[in-house]
């Protein structure tokens, strides 16, 4: 994975008030790291952008028309109107929206033929059943366990581009963005162009931010399942799957609820209805993953990242350590004898592990440029993604992994970091905890095992807590 530096907002790139963005309805996006959320194609008709209610909801519709009537008069699959079918699903990643887990790359890429395949079938089922609603195409990530939201967005811009673009085209022009003639699946269309630090030229689409969702309907699923459930039929389909399974697991409940869905065309009908009717759109008021925060930090700055101390990083690995020791040592003040603490909860629930990696990472990176010092998150080293790795050249390197304290912090401390550090080729790493509250005897655990690997001459990675629990406004602290 390439490494992140600099991250890069549109508007700054282009030099556009963040506010006109705001006003238009759009998403200011990050040019050079993939921003995690994704179009949710149910919420197209609920749009407030007038294209996208209209035209777009309209274009979707009619692409993936075509895909269903092939299907419906397939007789096996790979014959003539299964391929034309496949061929309608197009499941390649366009680069140009910004959005997905493309961490610090956003170059596309395709997906694998079997998942095609998979929603190809599912989608032959429904009809099947005699349903012939195209948006069907929705519920695949609920109905299919390898179908990620990153799938159903990339389908659903592939099917809208035309639209993206129009809104596009008609932001930069009132805002004096430059425009090139692109190439995007064969078509030329006019759109502004980022210049990663490669020197490629790479298209950009902007999105309209009440379109895009945080996760994927399949892990979201409570509201819908609820509505669901007051269809008796469905209800009593679903109890009867889970007949004897005295505590059923989120998947048990899941594949029950999809066999009841899909156990009739009104089942299915109705099923699509507690859909749409439940799905909303990403809110940066609550900002379940700090995505705004992230922006805002990036765009405005952070108070206290200048260091009194100097960094001579020759020093080696031990000198990084100092450095991210320094970043988490900020992060920890703002969120425990701060307000950043706020950015972490929505209402009385912790919000997404994610939203305090962005923090911390737009803090880190702000840290690190005026160190000269390179921060990779969510680096892919062999063993997994790592949430942060720091590094100074080749050799050396600090890994960072964060845990929320309701997570898996034992098993993230005794078996996930040491996979990491053994695929980076580094013993240097340190453990952070959010502490939420509901932390446990976690922290007794992870310092046992912690102490056993001292004892036994092993160096072992260092355990930080941080404070997350809310606290009282400033002016009442003594």
């Not at 790479?202 to 009440?210: A, E, G, N, Q, T």
């Not at 200048?306 to 020791?325: F, H, M, S």
Request: aromatic share 8%; glycine share 8%.
């Amino acid at each position: 994975m390439a490494r992140v530096q600099n991250p890069t907002l549109f508007s700054t790139y282009f030099g556009v008030p963040p506010q006109a963005l705001t006003a238009a309805g759009l998403i200011d996006p990050f040019l050079d790291v993939d921003v995690p959320l994704f179009i949710d194609p149910v919420l197209l008709e609920k749009s407030g952008n007038k294209t996208i209610n209209t035209t777009a909801i309209t274009r979707f519709r009619k692409h993936f028309e075509i895909m269903v009537r092939m299907l419906a008069i397939s007789k096996a699959e790979d014959d003539a109107a299964w391929k034309a079918a496949r061929r309608q699903l197009d499941l390649s990643e366009p680069p140009e929206n910004g959005l997905g887990y493309g961490g610090s790359s956003r170059s596309g890429s395709s997906r694998p033929g079997d998942i095609r395949e998979a929603i190809l079938r599912t989608s032959k089922e429904i009809i099947t059943l005699g349903a012939s609603d195209p948006e069907m195409i929705s519920l695949m990530g609920f109905f299919e366990e390898d179908v990620g939201p990153d799938t159903i967005s990339d389908m659903t811009t592939t099917a809208i581009i035309e639209d993206l673009v129009a809104i596009t085209e008609d932001f930069c022009k009132a805002n004096g963005v430059p425009l090139f003639s692109s190439d995007i699946g064969g078509t030329s269309y006019m759109l502004p162009r980022f210049a990663d630090p490669k020197g490629r030229t790479v298209p950009i689409v902007l999105v309209p931010k009440d379109i895009v969702r945080d996760l994927p309907i399949a892990n979201d699923w409570s509201g819908i399942e609820s509505a669901a459930m007051e269809n008796a039929r469905i209800r009593d389909r679903v109890n009867r799957f889970l007949a004897g399974i005295i505590t059923p697991t989120v998947v048990e409940r899941k594949q029950a609820l999809r066999s009841a869905a899909l156990g009739s065309p009104a089942d299915f009908d109705f099923f699509l209805a507690a859909v749409k009717e439940n799905v909303s759109n990403y809110d940066p008021n609550l900002d379940a993953l700090g995505y705004y925060r992230l922006k805002e930090i990036i765009a405005n700055g952070f108070p206290g990242l200048k260091q009194i101390a100097a960094y001579d990083l020759k020093l080696g690995p031990n000198e990084i350590v100092r450095v991210v020791n320094d970043t988490i040592s900020l992060f920890k003040r703002h969120v425990e004898d701060g307000n950043l603490w706020e950015e972490l909860w929505v209402g009385s629930k912790p919000k997404k592990e994610r939203a305090s990696q962005l923090i911390y990472y737009a803090i880190a990176d702000a840290f690190c440029k005026a160190n000269d010092l390179d921060i990779s998150p969510e680096a892919n080293m062999g063993g997994g993604p790592i949430d942060f790795k720091f590094s100074s050249g080749y050799r050396a390197r600090v890994l960072v992994e964060m845990k929320r304290s309701g997570g898996t912090v034992v098993h993230g401390f005794e078996k996930q970091l040491e996979f990491y550090k053994a695929a980076s080729q580094t013993d240097l790493a340190v453990f952070v905890v959010i502490d939420y509250g509901d932390l446990g005897n976690k922290l007794n655990e992870i310092r046992r095992i912690r102490e056993e690997r001292l004892n036994r001459g092993e160096r072992a990675s260092e355990i930080i807590v941080i404070d997350a629990t809310p606290k009282a406004s400033a002016s009442k602290r003594k």
